[in-house]
């Protein structure tokens, strides 16, 4: 049977949105399939090419249902769900929700291309829905009267109309985050440390600070439990151990500690909806939706630690560093706060972890003539960079956070540093009383102890955690007055200065958060 030519080329419109969509489609998946979204692209393209020219040719009812087919996958699994669901309403809607209440997340908003091929998708799917319409319409209703064609014209019109009244009122629905009666009172925290490897010594210490939280807890309305997930120090191993933690043991909330793991524990609370606060310094890991972090920020301890080398004359300083994510970050902001401020920077160099020996560097730094070291690494680097510095007569050493993480402290014995603030020293000394031998490190223990319980007044108020957590302006912390701006995602606490005295870190007087927040 002949085709006619208004089919015909209403069947090359049809197949011409179809190849544009599928396009746009490659390179939107291409962010989250890679090289795979290529084979993805051109599945939707050449398999309708050659179901449709099965059916010019042949006329074929198995064609032109397989065509239709794949233009239906297309309009609803790409064109509403990818496009309209999770990219127009998701940017629009979503950003609309969120700055009139907070019971909405803040959306996460992905790359320029990423966004608009996604917004083009939906765009492309109406397209394909259009013209398949027009196509079909051509085979069966080739002519008709003009009045019977603006009656099904205004039947599509009005379905259009009730089906997107109907998709943006299931996306508040179910966009809104509400407080959920946890099954049989149980809430389940999810504790994401590395127990092992070298940061073992901050993990194990950290969940002991989780567990003296949990046992302080009295006469809550709920049990609270912790489901511990230890992980390395390697990120791609730990995907698959936050992926378990909340997939499987369900967890109502996370908490956790190292930025390199609050990297990747970040996407999948995000995905799961609950709450995670990360002791970590990493900016790109609170976004206030789902993710917080409680910790003084590298420009805050940068501030201090410029204003406390001014005090002591200091003009001049040298850096060795360790190339770690939080590192870089501490470095980078005491860089930009010297310049600022009008110190110098005589030497600087960066070493990997593996880096043991530091004769050298230490000696070129020196021969900048700084009038200080900055120091800051991990250990086994760091005792072994401080043991070096004490043979070579260093002692006008300097840093932020790490001598208080040394496993021989007496190495930096007079070393002055910025930490956390830690007002409550009895806090320190009934940790250290129920785990004598633990090492206790002032920038993750108070901030550990606060996460649990932050999420624990949650729910002992009856209110979603992510929101909870969204509206918390202030919060009376163990270290300090914790403080977040609203959709910052970040629990401020002002830094204080310490020195290793008699071989332990030492708060040293006059450096109280009340004077280091004026």
């Not at 799917?125 to 009045?147: D, E, N, Q």
């Not at 730990?238 to 997939?247: L, S």
């Not at 910052?488 to 030492?506: C, E, H, Q």
């Amino acid at each position: 049977m002949a085709t006619s030519n208004g089919t015909r080329e209403s069947a090359r419109l049809s197949l011409l949105s179809v190849v544009l969509t599928a396009v746009v489609i490659t390179v939107n998946h291409w962010y989250v399939l890679g090289p795979g979204a290529l084979a993805l692209g051109a599945t939707l393209a050449t398999i309708p090419t050659a179901l449709l020219l099965w059916y010019l040719k042949s006329r074929s009812k198995a064609a032109l249902g397989g065509y239709l087919l794949v233009t239906l996958w297309i309009v609803v699994g790409f064109g509403l769900m990818k496009g309209l669901w999770k990219s127009g309403l998701r940017l629009f809607l979503g950003t609309f929700l969120a700055s009139v209440s907070t019971s909405f997340p803040k959306p996460v908003i992905g790359s320029v291309a990423f966004e608009m091929s996604g917004l083009l998708t939906f765009i492309g799917g109406v397209f394909v829905a259009y013209y398949a319409y027009k196509f079909l319409r051509s085979i069966y209703a080739p002519t008709g009267g003009t009045r019977r064609s603006s009656e099904v014209a205004m039947g599509w019109v009005a379905a259009a109309v009730l089906g997107a009244i109907g998709v943006v009122s299931a996306y508040v629905v179910k966009d809104r985050d509400r407080f959920v009666v946890p099954p049989r009172g149980v809430v389940k925290i999810g504790v994401i440390v590395p127990t092992t490897g070298p940061y073992a010594l901050l993990g194990n210490s950290y969940l002991k600070a989780l567990q003296m939280a949990k046992d302080d807890l009295k006469g809550t309305k709920y049990q609270y439990e912790l489901v511990i997930r230890g992980v390395g120090a390697d990120p791609a191993k730990a995907a698959a151990v936050i992926r378990q933690v909340v997939n499987e043991d369900k967890v109502d909330a996370i908490v956790g500690g190292i930025s390199l793991i609050g990297l990747v524990t970040k996407p999948y609370a995000t995905h799961a909806r609950i709450p995670h606060i990360c002791v970590c310094t990493v900016k790109a890991i609170p976004d206030g939706a789902y993710n917080f972090s409680n910790i003084p920020t590298p420009e805050a301890e940068a501030t201090l630690w410029v204003r406390e080398a001014q005090r002591r004359g200091i003009a001049k300083v040298a850096i060795l560093s360790q190339n770690h994510i939080s590192i870089n970050g501490h470095v980078s902001a005491l860089k930009a706060e010297a310049t600022r401020a009008g110190l110098t920077v005589t030497y600087e160099r960066r070493f990997e972890a593996a880096q043991t020996e530091f004769r050298e560097m230490i000696a070129a730094a020196q021969a900048s003539k700084p009038d200080v070291l900055y120091v800051e690494a991990a250990n086994p680097g760091l005792d072994l960079l401080g043991q070096q510095l004490r043979d070579a007569g260093v002692r006008q050493v300097s840093s932020v956070v790490a001598p208080s993480l040394s496993q021989k402290p007496e190495l930096f014995e007079g070393v002055w540093y910025t930490d956390s603030n830690l007002r409550d020293m009895a806090f320190r000394q009934r940790f250290e009383d129920k785990y004598p031998g633990t090492q206790f490190a002032t920038h993750m223990m108070p901030y550990a102890y606060d996460s649990l319980n932050m999420i624990v007044q949650a729910y002992e108020r009856g209110a979603s955690p992510a929101v909870y957590l969204r509206n918390l302006r202030s919060y009376d912390g163990t270290a300090d007055t914790l403080t977040q701006e609203p959709g910052s995602g970040i629990f401020r606490s002002a830094p204080s200065v310490w020195v290793i005295k008699d071989g332990k870190p030492t708060l040293l007087s006059g450096h109280s958060s009340q004077e280091n927040a004026s």
